[in-house]
């Protein structure tokens, strides 16, 4: 109880020096620009890096970006235990908001309190079918589709980009319906 009640202490401090600023290896990484009305919407996760907020029992996740009426983005990410529509694990919902003007960078609040820098780092710019998001230490990634299956041709050209933007590819998991 002890170790809770400190984490639920130590926590806001350590969200609050979220960043206002990225060093120039990250932006660098960045995608030049996101229309956030068409990034909206439904995206499956089709790979991932491994993290504690994603054990074993989720198998399938999505994510749903939806403009709200004060300008922000309502954010609800779902985690199914084997298969999409199946037994759902766990809903967590969050609010966002552009950092920038490009875009590509979205402060994400979690209860209202815990902020995560998302950065869109690969888009299919022309069809918005596919991108990846990141944070800035690199510690989390999300490979995302618009359907729950990617193809193999795009998907190894997302990879082969992230490696160049220094991903270790043998540490992504591929969810179980890519596999």
């Known amino acids: 109880m002890k170790k809770l009640i400190l984490g639920v202490l130590i926590m806001p401090f350590l969200f609050s020096c979220a960043t206002h600023t990225l060093p120039e290896h990250v932006q660098s990484m960045l995608v030049e620009s996101v229309d956030l009305e068409r990034y909206a919407g439904l995206w499956y996760q089709v790979a991932r890096y491994p993290h504690s907020f994603q054990r074993r029992a989720c198998g399938e996740s999505t994510a749903e970006y939806t403009f709200r009426d004060d300008g922000k983005i309502a954010v609800i990410n779902r985690c199914w235990e ?39 780092i690969e888009l299919d710019s ?3 079918q596919w991108a990846a998001v990141t944070t800035p230490n690199k510690k989390t990634l999300w490979i995302l589709s618009r359907t729950p299956l990617l193809d193999e041709q795009i998907y190894q050209k997302i990879i082969e980009s992230l490696v160049s933007k220094g991903f270790d590819e043998r540490s992504i998991i591929r969810t179980s319906q890519q596999k």
């Open 126 to 128: 022309r069809d918005y």
């Open 82 to 120: 084997d298969a999409y529509g199946g037994a759902l694990n766990q809903q967590v919902r969050a609010t966002g908001r552009p950092v920038n003007e490009s875009g590509n960078w979205l402060r994400v609040y979690f209860f209202k309190l815990f902020p995560a820098n998302y950065l869109i």
